[in-house]
């Protein structure tokens, strides 16, 4: 499957934003899709997790209670709602989607890129 990500821009900090990740088919019940980031200079991290089947959802500390993962299995399409944005969620953020909760194994989006100004 091939994934698109979108939604990425400048935003201030306090604001949300909506990244979606549409695959090109359908999504296998029992994969989950996932949302990392990288921001520059940085490694790559985990963001939060979702099971496809089931709609179960994993967050890194960082992002719990503010980001929240969803998906339409109708559309083969995932989301990530980002609220209370602050200016160390800047990354560039991909998707993917592979068997495993929280590994980069898988298939990838080509990233979306966010912004956060103070």
């Known amino acids: 499957v091939q994934l698109q990500a979108s939604g990425g821009g400048l935003v201030q900090a306090g604001d949300s934003l909506r990244l979606s990740c549409a695959a090109s088919g359908p999504i296998s019940s029992n994969y989950y899709m996932r949302w990392f980031r990288q921001a520059p200079g940085k490694e790559r991290e985990f963001v939060a997790t979702?099971?496809?089947?089931?709609?179960?959802?994993y967050y890194a500390d960082s992002v719990k209670g503010r980001f929240t993962i969803s998906r339409d299995n109708d559309k083969n399409t995932g989301y990530l709602q980002m609220n209370s944005l602050k200016p160390e969620d800047t990354a560039v953020y991909y998707c993917?989607?592979?068997?495993?909760?929280?590994?980069?194994?898988?298939?990838w989006g080509q990233g979306t890129l966010v912004t956060v100004s103070s």
């Open positions: 993917a989607v592979g068997l495993l909760p929280r590994s980069s194994n898988g298939s």
């Open positions: 979702i099971r496809w089947n089931i709609g179960s959802t």
